[in-house]
């Protein structure tokens, strides 16, 4: 097994930027980006396959974008219009499985990062 990590978390404004991102295992699979709030159990945010397929939570659709580098070592979440209900702590996730399905659910993940914080201000 190995840890997953998770970089570039920080503070902004409503309506700022972040990009997230997250060293995985080389191999075909699933990847995800979930989060996780005081008091609020884990959800899954976005979530992409070896082919490049993705789901998106409701909440994110249009401002937050999932993707993979071309050795799909890294992986990113590009955050846009932040709002402070995205305040959270965020945790990329890793299922290695040739034809595994894009889940936003945590059980479907067997390899997680630590997780890296970000905080919205109004």
């Known amino acids: 097994q190995v840890q997953l990590v998770e970089s570039g978390g920080g503070s902004v404004q409503a309506g700022g930027s972040l990009t997230l991102s997250c060293l995985v295992s080389d191999g075909p699979g699933c990847a995800a980006w979930f989060r996780q709030a005081p008091g609020k159990e884990r959800e899954g945010v976005a979530g992409i396959d070896s082919a490049g397929r993705t789901n998106y939570a409701d909440s994110v659709k249009g401002r937050f974008t999932i993707s993979q580098d071309n050795g799909k070592s890294t992986l990113y979440l590009r955050m846009n219009d932040l709002k402070p209900e995205d305040t959270a702590m965020y945790y990329c996730?890793?299922?290695?499985?040739?034809?595994?399905?894009?889940?936003?659910?945590?059980?479907?993940?067997?390899?997680w990062g630590r997780g890296t914080q970000v905080t919205v201000n109004s």
């Open positions: 996730a890793q299922r290695l499985a040739a034809n595994c399905v894009v889940s936003l659910m945590p059980f479907a993940y067997n390899f």
